[in-house]
């Protein structure tokens, strides 16, 4: 009789969570969760869209699962273009060995992107295959496509539902790479339905299983539109091993300008 | 003394042009550098007479100064150099690596000073690197260049960079000494020099290079006009010792580089053509490079090298001295783990096609907390064919290890 009770009462529970869950009550159509979740994408994307261009100053902490730390110092500049990817320059000041290492990247929607390394100690610029998308960056947990920038032909898209994250309202989006050199079969990524703020992303691997989380902290926002996160830190699931980023000197509209990311300004960028 | 004289002048142009900035705006100031120590363990005993037994031990150190103002527009650069080895004299030895004023445009720069510049786009050979002079006595690898005075104007266009260079004054191969090894039978005589221009080392040479990327490809292409980097060696008796000559001719040099990068894959190419007055000749390195991502399960990246070095003067034989590389044939391996510490390991092997003549090396890194560097290095070179430059240095197997501190 309990037992009974205690089942009837479980069911009426979870039809409530399930009707709770989905507001509209009617399950939606894969078409239709697909097209919501290319919306909420293009929707993140709009709102980060004309910062025209922007620098900051990047710390990485890695951690290793004994709990050895390492760090790395890292400047990057970018300029946004409307018409095609971006176009950085990321400059790299700690290790010490690495010092004066710089990286400058053109950035495409569709296709590889050119990319270059200048290398102070020989002085040489060396243009270097940018397919390597799933590799570790400086051995942190980023790997080089985790560390560029979103840009909506990267992906396809499906809604999965909402969800309540660290007190915010959240969209759940799946994000399937289009380019086969991605080292991850799907992306689970939690926007914030306020201000469209990605505040967690799940990596799922080549195997389909849970590879890594990456967590945003202390969202602060700039000229009254751009939301910047003041931390992140992924997690390797199985490793075990953790690489923290902390970001600060967040500028944005600074005067860069085409000119500023070349083979030139690659060689005695500091 | 020349090259003290010239770097007054230099020294004086560059503390000019900071007080003002300096006085009127905040500049940006870094102090950075690295120290090392290097061990060097040789296997046999030398060829030849009062070369060293099997130890050489060499400390060095290399700080740079940075200073920077308008944004970084305006920057200069102080990087001197000096190393004291244990056992050869001609190795210890110091050298200003840069000393240098460079202004910054939107669409043009000024560089001005003592500097390094780097062409070039393949691993084993450098064939169209030409503006520094090799540093002889710090590696085999000939990477090490001293440093070049010079006038280098860069110009930005849609159509590539246009580099123009004026270089006022020549710089000496460094050679190693009488107990050095990885040298002939004969000790290369540094006070012993001659030059085909009157105006000897202070020669003016010109140079000027286009480079551009046109989608997958990476271009550049220059003309080079002054003192051959390269000297003729001459045996030649100072006093009652057989020593070697240097005589640097005067040399036009066409060169041209090209790099492809098709996904996995970098192709490379790089040629030269040179006029003197003693030869004319072809000379070209190609191959490629491929990559593969994440190899043995683990984040480890293998690339793989293929280079051919072939040289239109063919081999040594008893009319002409020929070519080192004439027709070489080069491959590596270069495994970069992609851990914390930048563990890195480079195997190349170097075989001549024409004769007996084989190189082998083993390059090992790795980065030791935040500020040290630990290298292993292993080469070993083999020749029967005494016309070889390899067969001077057959006995010179030899261990490295190498310790730097970045300060």
């Known amino acids: ?270 | 003394m020349k090259v003290v004289q010239k770097i007054k002048v230099i020294l004086l142009i560059c503390l000019s042009a900071v007080l003002l900035p300096l006085a009127t705006s905040a500049a940006d100031f870094e102090f950075n550098g690295k120290v090392g120590i290097e061990q060097r363990y040789f296997v046999e005993q030398g060829q030849y007479e009062n070369q060293l037994a099997h130890s050489q031990a060499s400390i060095f150190i290399e700080p740079e100064l940075y200073l920077g103002w308008n944004q970084g527009s305006d920057t200069i650069i102080f990087k001197p150099f000096y190393r004291q080895d244990s056992r050869d004299d001609e190795r210890s030895h110091g050298d200003i690596r840069e000393l240098s004023y460079i202004h910054a445009s939107d669409d043009w720069e000024l560089r001005t000073g003592i500097r390094k510049e780097f062409w070039g786009v393949t691993e084993f050979q450098h064939l169209v690197d030409v503006i520094n002079q090799t540093d002889g006595v710090e590696d085999t690898d000939g990477e090490e260049k001293l440093g070049q005075l010079m006038l280098n104007l860069s110009l930005v266009r849609d159509w590539g960079i246009v580099d123009m260079f004026v270089l006022p004054g020549f710089r000496e191969r460094t050679f190693g000494g009488e107990k050095g090894r990885f040298r002939g039978a004969l000790v290369v005589d540094s006070d012993n020099v001659s030059y085909q221009s009157s105006s000897k080392d202070k020669h003016v040479d010109f140079a000027v290079r286009w480079s551009q990327t046109l989608g997958d490809f990476d271009i550049g292409s220059y003309w080079f006009h002054g003192t051959n980097r390269e000297p003729i060696l001459t045996p030649t008796f100072n006093g009652t010792k057989l020593v070697l000559s240097q005589y640097y001719n005067q040399m036009d040099q066409f060169g041209f580089d090209v790099q492809a990068t098709i996904d996995d894959w970098l192709w490379k190419l790089e040629t030269i053509y040179r006029t003197t007055d003693e030869e004319d000749f072809w000379a070209t390195q190609a191959g490629f490079e491929y990559s593969f991502i994440g190899v043995f399960q683990s984040n480890a990246d293998l690339g793989l090298l293929v280079e051919y070095g072939w040289d239109s003067r063919g081999e040594a034989d008893a009319n002409s001295p020929g070519a080192n590389v004439q027709n070489d044939i080069f491959f590596g391996s270069r495994l970069a783990f992609n851990d914390m510490q930048s563990s890195e390991m480079l195997i190349g092997l170097g075989a001549d096609l024409d004769h007996n003549a084989f190189s082998f090396l083993v390059e090992a890194n790795r980065r030791f907390g935040e500020s040290f560097k630990v290298s292993l290095d292993v080469r070993l070179l083999q020749s029967t064919n005494n016309a070889d430059l390899l067969y001077s240095i057959k006995n010179d197997d030899h261990l490295q290890l190498g310790i730097e501190y970045y300060f």
Do not use: C
């Open chain 1, 1 to 270: 009789m309990l037992n009974n009770q205690i089942i009837t009462s479980l069911f009426a529970t979870m039809a409530l969570l399930i009707t709770s869950y989905s507001v509209t009550a009617e399950p939606l159509q894969k078409q239709q969760t697909e097209k919501l979740g290319l919306e909420i994408s293009q929707e993140a994307k709009l709102r980060d869209t004309g910062w025209i261009d922007n620098t900051s100053d990047m710390l990485m902490l890695l951690r290793n699962k004994q709990g050895q730390e390492s760090s790395r110092e890292i400047k990057t500049k970018t300029l946004e273009l409307l018409d095609d990817g971006d176009k950085s320059l990321t400059i790299f000041n700690k290790p010490r060995d690495v010092k004066g290492t710089s990286f400058l990247s053109f950035s495409h929607t569709v296709g590889n992107d050119d990319q270059w390394l200048y290398l102070p100690s020989l002085k040489r610029v060396k243009r270097i295959s940018s397919r390597n998308k799933s590799g570790p960056f400086m051995g942190s947990e980023f790997s080089f496509e985790d560390l560029s920038s979103f840009e909506i032909e990267k992906y396809r898209y499906n809604y999965l539902g909402n969800e309540q994250l660290n007190g915010f309202d959240t969209f759940m989006v799946e994000q399937f790479p289009a380019d086969e050199n991605s080292g991850y079969t799907k992306r689970i990524v939690w926007i914030d339905k306020a201000e469209y703020r990605v505040q967690k992303i799940d990596f799922y691997d080549r195997k389909n299983s849970l590879l890594k989380t990456l967590s945003y902290n202390s969202y602060k926002q700039y000229l009254n539109k751009y939301w910047r996160a003041d931390s992140a830190l992924m997690v390797n699931h199985q490793s075990g091993k953790s690489t923290e980023l902390q970001w600060s000197n967040y500028a944005f509209k600074t005067g860069l300008i085409d000119s500023d990311f070349n083979r030139n300004t690659l060689k005695r960028a500091r």
